[in-house]
């Protein structure tokens, strides 16, 4: 069995879903939940991203490890993916759905729309040591 930094080492964007996350309808509004089965690990960390300038750009790294799942739940914006090969854009425009991004992907955010905000829950609490930070150490860590 391969521990996960090998799965992250050999994982595409093509293992990046969109999650459809359960809404509930009401008069007084709708409800979306993310819990049991809804995404595919059990979240030790959850932070949002706001107020993001026009034309600033968020992310610009990779996780060894962790895995995380972004969710617009105000405006949109884009989520550029990069396996080291091959390039993925998804724009996050619906609080309903939710962008899996598994370990050993690259990931950019840019194109915020004006009071966009972005939620992402994630696999695994803060740890320097899981970020790759420079593209170039990125594609050695794939190629390895």
Request: hydrophobic residues 35%; positive net charge; charged residues 25%.
């Amino acid at each position: 069995m391969e521990n996960s930094s090998n799965q992250s080492k050999i994982n595409t964007v093509s293992d990046i879903r969109l999650i459809e996350i359960p809404k509930i309808q009401d008069r007084r509004g709708n409800l979306s939940v993310v819990e049991g089965d809804t995404i595919p690990f059990v979240s030790k960390r959850v932070y949002y991203l706001y107020d993001v300038p026009s034309g600033s750009k968020r992310g610009g790294h990779a996780h060894i490890e962790q895995q995380e799942f972004l969710i617009s739940l105000s405006g949109s914006f884009d989520v550029v993916l990069k396996d080291g090969k091959n390039t993925k854009t998804v724009t996050l425009n619906k609080p309903n759905m939710g962008l899996l991004i598994v370990s050993g992907i690259w990931r950019e955010l840019k194109n915020f729309s004006s009071g966009s905000v972005c939620l992402v829950l994630s696999s695994g609490e803060f740890s320097e040591e899981d970020y790759i930070r420079e593209y170039k150490n990125f594609r050695l860590f794939k190629n390895r």
